[in-house]
């Protein structure tokens, strides 16, 4: 790997950014979103098909692959990238928030934490160390810090505290990466709803200096007002010429939103997870197909879409596959819903290039009724 993890940024409109982050495994087109891949798979869709949806970039997990098969085989396998044949930039999360999440029997110290396996119930520790030593291993493109990401309501102090153990965990993380070019390691911004806690952490992570940083923290229960709020002075305190990935993040109008207070980069397993249970995210709202009024619909999903479902089935046939549970269903409607984001994420990027940003959030806006169609 002899190029650089570079990021060139093309043009802003308001807060909004246009770029590309170049990696030696390909360039990946900001505003992005990122299709989550958690066990080394986009659940229902082939590795080709996830780019054909436009995707330049996917989502591993260290917590997910530590666990099973284990990082150490996919090394001895040759890594991510070959494992699950997906050749272009994949980012991994350090794991930490899903062990708050999903493992049981949990110990958090300052060392790191321990836990059982939610698979068999063996233990494992997480630590800085050990989390990005699972990405290394794994391959992955971009790095994350491993943190920990405090659960919404939380008091003041514990928001502080858990911030501060998260600036130091910063610090070992960066320490045990060390320098390995064309591959980067982001910090995570934490400190909850509150702006000083927030300004604190940025400064923490701009002392100790990353290829990129993230907003973490949020899309925890807190609402899309308040995380809007947060980010509407978050992502000023970070560099303005290193990406700001919104970890988690979330239905079209919360990426647009973040997008116009200049965030960069998103994941958010909505569009799959919700892909396999039948519901769809068109330009016109939210499209339940297994609802009974759609048993006889002709039409497409979306008659501007041309994604495989949308061009090749009717709403009759999808309502028909999901009632039946056959296979053919998860697949054409995750599809369309990773299709239909990185629509989005296109429509977006070529607006800020050419400054009109607004006029395209008010047709966005204007072309969603309210609740379900
Ligand atoms: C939903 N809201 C939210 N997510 C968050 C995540 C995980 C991002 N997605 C990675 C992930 C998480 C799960 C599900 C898939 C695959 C794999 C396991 C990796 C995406 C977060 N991750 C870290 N390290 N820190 C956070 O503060 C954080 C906050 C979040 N707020």
Redesign the pocket.
């Known amino acids: 790997m002899t190029k650089r993890f570079s990021f060139d940024l093309k043009a802003t409109d308001g807060k909004a950014r246009t770029g590309v982050i170049n990696t030696p495994r390909g360039e990946v087109r900001t505003p992005a979103f990122m299709p ?3 066990a080394a798979t986009v659940k229902a869709m082939m590795p080709e098909s996830v780019r054909a949806t436009g995707a330049d970039i996917l ?3 260290t ?2 692959l530590m666990l099973r098969p284990t990082a150490e085989r996919i090394d001895r396998l040759g890594g991510l990238h070959k494992f699950m044949n997906w050749e272009r930039p994949i980012l991994t ?6 062990v708050m ?1 999903l493992a049981g029997l949990r110990k958090l110290t300052e060392k790191g934490v321990t836990f059982k396996s939610h698979i068999d119930g063996s233990k494992h520790e997480l630590t800085p160390e050990r989390s990005i030593e699972i990405q290394r291993l794994l391959g992955s493109d971009i790095v ?4 920990e ?1 405090p659960a919404l309501p939380a008091d003041r102090e514990r928001i502080a505290e858990s911030m501060r153990l998260s600036m130091r965990w910063a610090e070992r993380s960066r320490e045990a990466f060390g320098d390995r070019p064309g591959h980067a390691l982001f910090g ?1 911004m ?1 400190g909850g709803l509150e702006q000083d806690l927030r300004e604190e952490s940025a400064e923490a992570l701009r002392k100790i200096g990353f290829e990129g940083y ?1 907003v ?5 229960g807190e609402g899309q007002e308040a995380m809007f709020g947060c980010l509407d002075y978050a992502p000023d305190f970070l560099p303005v010429d290193k990406p700001r990935y919104l ?4 239905k079209p109008d919360d990426i647009v939103g973040a997008v116009a207070r200049g965030i960069d980069m998103m ?3 909505l569009p799959s997870r919700s892909g396999r249970t039948g519901q769809a995210f068109t330009r016109h709202g939210v499209v339940n197909i297994k609802n009974a009024r759609h048993a006889d619909d002709p039409r497409p999903l979306d008659e501007n879409c041309s994604c495989p479902a949308c061009s090749n089935y009717s709403r009759a046939y999808l309502h028909h596959v999901f009632r039946s549970n056959e296979m053919i269903s998860g697949m054409l409607l995750t599809w369309h819903n990773l299709h239909y984001f990185q629509e989005i994420m296109q429509g977006m990027r070529d607006a800020i290039a050419a400054g009109t940003f607004e006029a395209w959030q008010a047709e966005f806006h204007a072309q969603r009724a309210q609740g379900d169609i």
């Open positions: 989550v891949g958690t989502l591993g997990n917590y997910h999360d350090s794991g930490g928030f899903q999440s994350m810090c491993f943190d990401c995570i934490q993230a973490g923290g949020l899309a925890v970890m988690g993040v979330g994941d958010c397993v």
